[in-house]
């Protein structure tokens, strides 16, 4: 019994000494890699607090960037991409406006497979040059940044963390195809948690287990093919395979952008949390609800919208 006294005490001091010689995160230099559109709204939220908070942010935008404008919060550094202002902006709208118009399916990418193509090409050229850009890159890395926040949907941030060797924070709503959890390596067990647009709940028939395993088939299928170049473009700055997974895998914390209001419970891992809250921040009286008799339906599709 004293003897566990003692090891106590010797314990609690040594997490004493070990607190008083951990430096203070306070005031860190924070590398902010956004994805332009929606999802830079709610990422400019955190950024305005963490400058709030002391800390020095510097935020990463191509040179023609449509949404991320340099503000008094933060520092922006831009890098060139293969673009004009206007291919830019083109590329950027096409690929937002083929998800806000149609319903997400496997049909829906299926008959934009060209725009899929386009749009991921696009992505992957932007990343291409700014991690061919030695001088660039030599910059960022003497900047010894403590952490990089990304939002891991556009997988260049993660890269570029991961190149950096810098700690990454990612905020995301989610990455396809259950690359998140797997590369988390969280348990996701198919036969409660319903996966993404199958509209399956967490109670599930055996049918709907079924189609809870065999949905997300095809796209795992489409946007392996869209994740190729990042492992191929990783491959060369590693000089050896890695593969997506790896590079998700980089990610210290997840914060994800939803909660258990839309999305139901499951298993997470202790470096995960929720800041659905986060995308209520710039709120507005609604001016009419509607719930009628398929809420299920409404709750789907709010989430759907909620995704981006
Ligand atoms: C895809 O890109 C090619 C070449 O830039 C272009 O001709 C074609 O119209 C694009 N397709 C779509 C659907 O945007
Ligand atoms: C960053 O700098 C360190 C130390 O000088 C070096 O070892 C590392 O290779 C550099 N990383 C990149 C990506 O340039």
Known sequence: MAMGIHGLLGG??????????????????VLVFPMEGSHWLSMRTIVRELH???????????DVSVYIKEEDFFTLKTYAVP?????????????????????????MILSNMELMKNVSTFYVSCCMSLLHNKGF??????????????DP???????????????????LRFIPYDSDFEAAQCPSPFSYVPRLFTRNLDHMSF??????????????????????????????LFQREVS?????????????RFDFVFD?????????????????????????????????????????????
Not at 88 to 105: G, R
Not at 245 to 256: D, N, P, R, T, Y
């Open 12 to 29: 609690l001091s040594g997490l004493l000494l070990l607190l008083c010689a951990l430096p203070w995160t306070q005031g860190g230099k």
């Open 137 to 150: 890159i030599q910059h960022l890395n003497s900047s010894s940044f403590d952490v990089l926040l990304t």
């Open 83 to 107: 673009y004009t202002k206007e291919e830019y902006e083109y590329h950027l709208l096409s690929s937002l406006q083929m998800f806000f118009k149609n319903e997400f399916s496997v049909m």
């Open 52 to 62: 709030t908070r002391g800390h020095e942010t510097v935020v990463l935008a191509p």
């Open 207 to 236: 049918l709907e287990r079924v189609k809870n395993i065999l949905y997300p088939l095809p796209f795992k299928l489409i946007f392996h093919f869209a994740f190729i170049p990042y492992e191929q473009l990783a491959s060369e």
């Open 153 to 171: 949907a556009y997988p260049c941030g993660a890269l570029l963390a991961k190149y950096l060797q810098v700690p990454a924070v990612f905020f």
């Open 244 to 256: 997506f997974l790896e590079i998700i895998g980089h990610a210290s914390i997840w914060l994800f």
């Open 264 to 308: 139901y419970p499951r298993p997470i891992m202790p470096n995960m949390f929720f800041v659905g809250g986060i995308n209520c921040v710039s709120r507005k009286l609604l001016s009419q609800v509607c719930i009628g008799p398929s809420s299920k339906e409404w709750s789907s599709n709010i989430s759907f919208h909620v995704w981006l």
